[in-house]
């Protein structure tokens, strides 16, 4: 004689049917409050420096400013970012995604990144001449080009690393689930190129972050926008420090506003539109793989291209 097991009763069948599902977290963060994470951010790196600048003095020693506005940076950014992922209260796999890149999309990272240091140089150059920087600014960017190891540091390792989870991590993918893709990247793009603090730099950066967000949203992660932001960084670093070119405009000092040559300029807008090209062409010929993490296709609007 076997056993058999009763069918549920209707009552229990009614309780799981009553079972409350666990809400949707509300998208995080909306514009209007990625405004009170960046004045923290500022606040912050202000208040480090502050602090630091009190101890070495009274410690009689110097501190490199390279190396205290790194510290300011990932100190402040840490902070940020911890707030903005309890705040989104989703999986960090789908705040900071990091789905599999297509092989071939490399090179249109490369090409992209090093064409653009190039333009976004010029541009630099360009509302340098209308809007010539005052002498602070111009000893801060020096400091930048001659402090060797520890601008490499800043500039191409902690600054991509920190801005990119927090613009294209926190902020984008929060915009992605709440906005257009349009509206999500060029929104972000904005505070990224505000974050600057600077007029000179600030269309240059506005530019980038729509790039980065552009293949963040095709590729479903932020492996691109992070050895992008790396190589369009460390492009004038290598020619400068490491090869030792003299070019005007791109190498030389700041104090000396120049456009650069002819050549290069073609030379940048050449890459940049290649990149672009051979972007567009690996987004053709591979599908997303968003539904591995970051924000899933179904909650994504269309972007041109896509």
């Not at 992660?221 to 460390?234: E, K, W």
Request: include cysteine.
């Amino acid at each position: 004689m076997t056993d058999e097991q009763s069918p549920p009763s209707a009552s229990n069948a009614a309780d799981s049917a009553a079972t409350p599902v666990p809400p949707e977290p509300p998208p995080y963060p909306t514009i209007r409050q990625v405004i009170p994470l960046l004045v923290l951010l500022v606040l912050v790196q202000g208040l480090i420096g502050v602090v630091v600048g009190q101890v070495t003095s009274l410690a009689d020693f110097e501190l490199d400013p390279v190396l205290l506005i790194g510290a300011a940076n990932l100190l402040s950014f840490g902070l940020v970012l911890w707030l903005a992922v309890r705040a989104a209260r989703r999986p960090a796999r789908e705040i900071f995604p990091f789905a599999v890149v297509p092989g071939d999309f490399w090179l249109a990272v490369l090409f992209t990144a090093v064409g653009w240091s190039i333009l976004g140089s010029e541009l630099v150059n360009v509302v340098s001449l209308v809007l010539p920087p005052p002498e602070w600014v111009v000893e801060v960017f020096s400091g930048f080009q001659s402090a060797g190891l520890a601008s490499f540091l800043l500039l191409v390792v902690i600054a991509p690393v920190t801005e990119e989870f927090l613009f294209r991590g926190a902020i984008l993918q929060g915009f992605l689930r709440r906005y257009s893709a349009r509206k999500a990247i060029l929104v972000s793009a904005v505070f990224f190129g505000a974050l600057h603090m600077n007029p000179w730099q600030f269309g240059p950066a506005v530019v980038l972050g729509i790039i980065y967000g552009w293949w963040c949203l095709r590729t479903n992660s932020l492996a691109p926008a992070l050895v992008g932001h790396a190589l369009n960084n460390a492009v004038g670093l290598i020619a400068g420090d490491l090869l030792g070119l003299e070019i005007p405009g791109f190498t030389d000092d700041v104090a000396g506003v120049s456009l650069q040559p002819l050549w290069l300029d073609i030379l940048g807008l050449t890459m940049f539109a290649a990149g672009i090209l051979l972007a567009t062409r690996s987004f053709a010929r591979h599908t997303l793989l968003g539904t591995r993490s970051g924000v899933p296709l179904e909650q994504r609007r269309d972007f041109p291209g896509q």
